[in-house]
């Protein structure tokens, strides 16, 4: 049926008897109707298949063939039936009619039992293409309980089934075609859900204890017991009801019968009926029900309706500080009138300040410490005490009064280790300085603090040995010592070492020293025709004081009428602030007192008021060459007899310098005008006399050039 269109099946021959070279024949199918699957060509005979065959639809065909031999006159017809079978192909899948089945089944069914029976239909014709063989899968974890039949397709019971265990089971159920070419075979499966249906087959289990507590003072209506019984069976077979079968014969208690919850239905008596035995039964709604009973003993618990009762309310006591843990403090005693459990205590101490520190016995009653106490911490415990007894919780207080004992283990204790204070040099004698304290936390004469000065002060200080003022004992000189460092103790009257701090006391200077100078007379020189800001001197003065007290400050007081001179103020450096001319003034001098052509010179601190002191200081101006000599006059006149003798003195010349030392001495010569060397000049003294004869005929006048050098 696969076969394809247009493809030649077969050719129909004329028998070879008939065969001749020019016989001319015609070949046609008899067409009854349009659907024609087979074409024949007219001329060759040959037989195609002109459209797709479908076996499920026609599996046989039956073709008139019409010959029609056109070499006779008339042309001859000829009629060949011609039988076609068509062979099956497996081109159908098995298919179910659904894809997804629920079944449902008893869990008491016996092995073999017929579940269901699947069927699936397959729409080939061929026999081996057709026919259907049945497998099974099981999806979920564990063992198959189930069998299906490969041929038939039947599914049974392989093992006992139980709802218990396995609720359902999800099966996929497959059917193939046994086509020979196994690359051939179709296939299709489907879902099926197995749902295993409940029987009542368990019954219910008690899953509550058997034993329950009540207090007798309980209210009625109070729930004494959850009842809890489980059935495994589901729906009506496992809705479990409880009844009491026994043992409440006084109606003591009610079950509600759908809950379980057991209850009171009227007061409790301990003491008339301390316990009870109820015979619970708990039965399933199935058919027919199961049942099962269990013996549920309620114990009535007595209830504590005394108070117990301390044989004091006030407690007091003293302990010692810094005892050991475990120091007894004090016992305290209390009685319950109860019985039994009910009248056994406990004693404890309730929470409050410092309670931590101490413990108590819960049995007798004892009080210890459980830490070494300190009175400077805490001097007053006031504790309560409690007695208890539990069920219901009663109890009773009683007040603990405690005092904590001094004992001497505190050394005074300076509120610093270090003081520094500042103070004036012209503190007077006697004056307070500094007012030190020390605590002691100890109490009484434990805590009464000494004051004394352990190290040298040079008799400057003294200590209150009560108040611990410290006071001047002299008068204070900053320059004599600017600082004192001493240490001052506290103690009590332990023999621990005493705790000491230290005092640093800084002398504030005051303005009681002049600034000195380091001469008070100075020398200096300087040449002539410097530039203005030449340095010359640098003097110095030093101030003992402090700070701007000792700061000193250099100034000219008096003889720089003219501004000749300045001075560094700061530093004392003493400078031309003119260019100097030795000719002009040959000495200036800085003198204490104020005379004609004199200066002072000054040095002042910064302090308030302001102190000074003066020194004199005296610059000599060095000469330099710069004046040449000048004759007394430019020209001198002298008339004398011709008659004179020779070696008379005749004149004396006379010149002056400006400047000093050798640069002013002078040196006389004649330059011209004494050929005939008439006349000699002294050159030292510039004495002029005759050394040879003169003769008025010969010469009246003569005029003589001499020279100063």
Same mark, same amino acid.
């Given at each position: 049926?696969?076969?394809?269109?247009?493809?030649?099946?077969?050719?129909?021959?004329?028998?070879?008897?008939?065969?001749?070279?020019?016989?001319?024949?015609?070949?046609?199918?008899?067409?009854?109707?349009?659907?024609?699957?087979?074409?024949?060509?007219?001329?060759?005979?040959?037989?195609?298949?002109?459209?797709?065959?479908?076996?499920?639809?026609?599996?046989?065909?039956?073709?008139?063939?019409?010959?029609?031999?056109?070499?006779?006159?008339?042309?001859?017809?000829?009629?060949?039936?011609?039988?076609?079978?068509?062979?099956?192909?497996?081109?159908?899948?098995?298919?179910?009619?659904?894809?997804?089945?629920?079944?449902?089944?008893?869990?008491?069914?016996?092995?073999?039992?017929?579940?269901?029976?699947?069927?699936?239909?397959?729409?080939?014709?061929?026999?081996?293409?057709?026919?259907?063989?049945?497998?099974?899968?099981?999806?979920?974890?564990?063992?198959?309980?189930?069998? *299906?039949?490969?041929?038939?397709?039947?599914?049974?019971?392989?093992?006992?089934?139980?709802?218990?265990?396995?609720?359902?089971?999800?099966?996929?159920?497959?059917?193939?075609?046994?086509?020979?070419?196994?690359?051939?075979?179709?296939?299709?499966?489907?879902?099926?859900?197995?749902?295993?249906?409940?029987?009542?087959?368990?019954?219910?289990?008690?899953?509550?204890?058997?034993?329950?507590?009540?207090?007798?003072?309980?209210?009625?209506?109070?729930?004494?017991?959850?009842?809890?019984?489980?059935?495994?069976?589901?729906?009506?077979?496992?809705?479990?009801?409880?009844?009491?079968?026994?043992?409440?014969?006084?109606?003591?208690?009610?079950?509600?019968?759908?809950?379980?919850?057991?209850?009171?239905?009227?007061?409790?008596?301990?003491?008339?009926?301390?316990?009870?035995?109820?015979?619970?039964?708990?039965?399933?709604?199935?058919?027919?029900?199961?049942?099962?009973?269990?013996?549920?003993?309620?114990?009535?618990?007595?209830?504590?309706?005394?108070?117990?009762?301390?044989?004091?309310?006030?407690?007091?006591?003293?302990?010692?500080?810094?005892?050991?843990?475990?120091?007894?403090?004090?016992?305290?005693?209390?009685?319950?009138?109860?019985?039994?459990?009910?009248?056994?205590?406990?004693?404890?101490?309730?929470?409050?300040?410092?309670?931590?520190?101490?413990?108590?016995?819960?049995?007798?009653?004892?009080?210890?410490?459980?830490?070494?106490?300190?009175?400077?911490?805490?001097?007053?415990?006031?504790?309560?005490?409690?007695?208890?007894?539990?069920?219901?919780?009663?109890?009773?207080?009683?007040?603990?009064?405690?005092?904590?004992?001094?004992?001497?283990?505190?050394?005074?204790?300076?509120?610093?280790?270090?003081?520094? *204070?500042?103070?004036?040099?012209?503190?007077?004698?006697?004056?307070?300085?500094?007012?030190?304290?020390?605590?002691?936390?100890?109490?009484?004469?434990?805590?009464?603090?000494?004051?004394?000065?352990?190290?040298?002060?040079?008799?400057?200080?003294? *200590?209150?040995?009560?108040?611990?003022?410290?006071?001047?004992?002299?008068?204070?000189?900053?320059?004599?010592?600017?600082?004192?460092?001493?240490?001052?103790?506290?103690?009590?009257?332990?023999?621990?070492?005493?705790?000491?701090?230290?005092?640093?006391?800084?002398?504030?200077?005051?303005?009681?020293?002049?600034?000195?100078?380091?001469?008070?007379?100075?020398?200096?020189?300087?040449?002539?025709?410097?530039?203005?800001?030449? #340095?010359?001197?640098?003097?110095?003065?030093?101030?003992?004081?402090?700070?701007?007290?000792?700061?000193?400050?250099?100034?000219?007081?008096?003889?720089?009428?003219?501004?000749?001179?300045?001075?560094?103020?700061?530093?004392?450096?003493?400078?031309?602030?003119?260019?100097?001319?030795?000719?002009?003034?040959?000495?200036?001098?800085?003198?204490?007192?104020?005379?004609?052509?004199?200066?002072?010179?000054?040095?002042?601190?910064?302090?308030?008021?302001?102190?000074?002191?003066?020194?004199?200081?005296?610059?000599?101006?060095? #000469?330099?060459?710069?004046?040449?000599?000048?004759?007394?006059?430019?020209?001198?006149?002298?008339?004398?007899?011709?008659?004179?003798?020779?070696?008379?003195?005749?004149?004396?010349?006379?010149?002056?310098?400006?400047?000093?030392?050798?640069?002013?001495?002078?040196?006389?010569?004649?330059?011209?005008?004494?050929?005939?060397?008439?006349?000699?000049?002294?050159?030292?003294?510039?004495?002029?006399?005759?050394?040879?004869?003169?003769?008025?005929? #010969?010469?009246?006048?003569?005029?003589? *050039?001499?020279?100063?050098?």
């Amino acid at each position: 049926e696969n076969f394809k269109p247009a493809q030649v099946l077969n050719s129909l021959k004329w028998p070879d008897n008939h065969l001749t070279s020019n016989r001319k024949l015609h070949f046609s199918i008899t067409k009854d109707n349009d659907d024609v699957h087979f074409e024949i060509d007219s001329l060759t005979g040959d037989l195609f298949l002109s459209k797709e065959l479908d076996y499920e639809t026609t599996s046989h065909f039956l073709l008139q063939v019409i010959v029609k031999d056109y070499n006779n006159n008339p042309p001859q017809n000829n009629t060949i039936f011609l039988s076609i079978d068509v062979e099956d192909q497996n081109d159908h899948s098995p298919c179910f009619q659904d894809d997804f089945v629920v079944i449902g089944i008893e869990e008491n069914v016996p092995v073999g039992t017929l579940v269901y029976t699947f069927n699936a239909k397959d729409g080939d014709g061929g026999f081996l293409n057709s026919k259907i063989q049945y497998s099974l899968a099981m999806s979920n974890v564990g063992e198959n309980p189930f069998l *299906i039949h490969p041929s038939y397709g039947t599914l049974t019971t392989a093992f006992p089934l139980d709802r218990e265990i396995t609720h359902s089971v999800i099966l996929t159920v497959s059917a193939a075609d046994q086509a020979i070419n196994l690359t051939d075979r179709r296939l299709d499966s489907l879902v099926a859900k197995i749902v295993i249906l409940d029987i009542n087959d368990n019954s219910p289990n008690f899953m509550s204890s058997p034993l329950s507590y009540v207090m007798e003072d309980v209210e009625v209506g109070f729930l004494v017991h959850s009842i809890i019984a489980k059935d495994r069976d589901e729906g009506r077979n496992g809705q479990v009801t409880y009844h009491i079968l026994s043992g409440n014969e006084n109606k003591a208690f009610v079950l509600d019968k759908i809950t379980g919850l057991l209850t009171t239905a009227q007061l409790l008596d301990r003491e008339i009926q301390e316990r009870y035995s109820l015979t619970v039964m708990a039965i399933d709604d199935g058919s027919p029900a199961l049942s099962a009973t269990q013996v549920l003993t309620v114990i009535v618990l007595d209830v504590n309706d005394e108070t117990p009762v301390f044989l004091k309310q006030l407690y007091e006591t003293t302990v010692h500080e810094n005892q050991d843990p475990g120091e007894f403090v004090i016992k305290v005693e209390a009685v319950d009138r109860d019985a039994g459990l009910n009248s056994l205590l406990q004693y404890e101490i309730l929470p409050g300040i410092g309670y931590e520190k101490f413990e108590m016995n819960s049995d007798s009653g004892e009080l210890i410490t459980t830490a070494s106490l300190d009175r400077e911490t805490q001097e007053f415990f006031s504790i309560k005490g409690n007695s208890v007894k539990c069920s219901p919780l009663r109890s009773s207080t009683a007040q603990l009064y405690l005092t904590v004992l001094d004992e001497n283990d505190h050394s005074p204790m300076f509120a610093k280790t270090h003081y520094q *204070i500042s103070v004036r040099e012209d503190l007077e004698e006697g004056s307070a300085i500094l007012d030190l304290f020390a605590s002691d936390e100890d109490d009484g004469l434990n805590g009464e603090v000494t004051y004394s000065l352990v190290d040298n002060t040079f008799g400057a200080f003294a *200590i209150d040995s009560v108040t611990g003022s410290i006071v001047t004992t002299k008068a204070l000189d900053r320059e004599t010592k600017s600082q004192y460092i001493f240490r001052a103790v506290a103690s009590d009257c332990s023999t621990h070492l005493p705790r000491s701090t230290t005092v640093t006391v800084l002398i504030q200077d005051v303005n009681d020293n002049v600034p000195k100078f380091e001469q008070s007379y100075y020398k200096a020189s300087v040449w002539e025709g410097q530039s203005p800001k030449t #340095d010359i001197v640098q003097v110095f003065a030093t101030d003992l004081d402090s700070g701007l007290n000792g700061e000193t400050e250099y100034s000219i007081l008096s003889g720089n009428e003219n501004a000749t001179f300045l001075i560094d103020s700061a530093r004392g450096i003493l400078a031309t602030n003119t260019v100097l001319d030795h000719e002009d003034t040959s000495s200036y001098r800085f003198v204490e007192t104020a005379a004609s052509h004199r200066l002072v010179l000054l040095a002042s601190d910064r302090g308030t008021p302001s102190l000074n002191s003066t020194a004199t200081v005296l610059i000599t101006v060095l #000469d330099v060459n710069d004046n040449p000599p000048v004759f007394s006059s430019p020209e001198y006149h002298i008339h004398v007899k011709e008659s004179i003798p020779v070696g008379s003195h005749l004149t004396e010349v006379s010149a002056n310098d400006c400047d000093a030392g050798t640069n002013a001495e002078i040196t006389y010569a004649i330059i011209s005008g004494n050929d005939r060397g008439h006349f000699r000049l002294d050159g030292k003294t510039g004495s002029v006399d005759l050394v040879k004869t003169l003769d008025y005929e #010969d010469t009246i006048k003569f005029t003589l *050039i001499i020279q100063a050098t």
